[in-house]
């Protein structure tokens, strides 16, 4: 009897505290809801506690990801009003952030000792991206004028990258800069662990390329930063479009920079094989982008009628 009953305390305490955590988390997720009242958060804080209280660890799961899509549903309906343009316009700035991530990162990924030359663009770009997410003081700016200094040190990055003959890093800087310019940053400035990311992520194709070589890094990091994150934004803009945007404005800079020179290689090569493979690339980006918009045009409706 005492060893059935100390069996279920145990069974019990471990069904305890994973409740805790779930609790935990669902008052976490519902601190982050924006642009609504405190009885919004109380009620969905109590619905969430309420259908996890008698679930398993599977459905407890779910709910916290549909927690997470209402977060980031709200955040965009706050901080654009659901108005296309601002979506649009901040999607293309933060796109123009990972563009210079992804930028610096394939410095360092190629070049495992680059020449001073590039080192100084692979800085000034990676600065550029923490300038331009509105990290409050970065580089002593603030407001309007961190944009101006992002612009600026973007633009010398390009600089230095196509004057040191990293013409793919330099077309990529050169869409950042563009959509550092027609873009509009969010009106929500971004925590310092933000900008130290963004800073500090491009550093780590130099220790991947000195581990596997240059060319394997600088492909690594080109497929993950201008593949894989733009398809997991992608998949994030189901609920805030901003990040499909953001994953489109990826997208259509490779396509610009490389894959249309892929295409006339393609056109020009003769038909075979090489040519196949290089016709598949481009159309699998082409629909990519094509997705991407679609993506964020139903996800803007959504947020309008949340």
Excluded: K, N
């Excluded at 390329?209 to 993950?224: C, D, F, K, Q, T």
């Amino acid at each position: 009897m005492s060893g059935d009953g100390g069996s279920d305390g145990a069974r019990g305490l471990r069904g305890a505290c994973p409740l805790r955590a779930y609790e935990r988390a669902v008052g976490r997720l519902t601190g982050w809801l924006e642009g609504v009242g405190p009885e919004f958060r109380h009620e969905v804080a109590l619905t969430a506690r309420e259908l996890g209280s008698g679930a398993g660890t599977r459905d407890r799961c779910g709910e916290l990801a549909a927690l997470c899509g209402l977060v980031l549903r709200t955040r965009s309906r706050h901080r654009t009003g659901g108005a296309a343009s601002l979506v649009w316009r901040q999607g293309v700035h933060l796109g123009a952030v990972l563009l210079l991530v992804a930028a610096a990162a394939r410095i360092w990924a190629d070049r495992p000792a680059p020449t001073p030359v590039l080192a100084a663009s692979a800085v000034a770009l990676a600065l550029a991206g923490a300038c331009a997410l509105g990290v409050p003081g970065a580089l002593g700016t603030s407001g309007a004028a961190g944009r101006v200094v992002a612009v600026l040190l973007a633009g010398a990055g390009a600089t230095g990258a196509l004057a040191a003959g990293a013409d793919g890093v330099g077309g990529a800087c050169a869409v950042a800069v563009a959509g550092l310019c027609a873009g509009m940053p969010p009106p929500v400035r971004a925590r310092w662990g933000s900008g130290v990311a963004v800073a500090l992520v491009p550093c780590a194709g130099w220790p991947l390329a000195l581990a596997v070589g240059s060319e394997a890094a600088g492909a690594a990091v080109s497929v993950a930063l201008t593949g894989v994150v733009p398809a997991a934004l992608l998949v994030l803009g189901w609920y805030d479009p901003r990040l499909a945007a953001m994953g489109a404005t990826v997208w259509c800079a490779r396509l610009v920079v490389s894959d249309l020179g892929a295409l006339g290689e393609a056109l020009a090569a003769p038909l075979g094989a090489e040519r196949r493979v290089l016709l598949l690339r481009w159309l699998l980006m082409g629909s990519g982008l094509v997705l991407a918009w679609l993506v964020t045009r139903r996800s803007i409706r959504e947020s309008v009628r949340l």
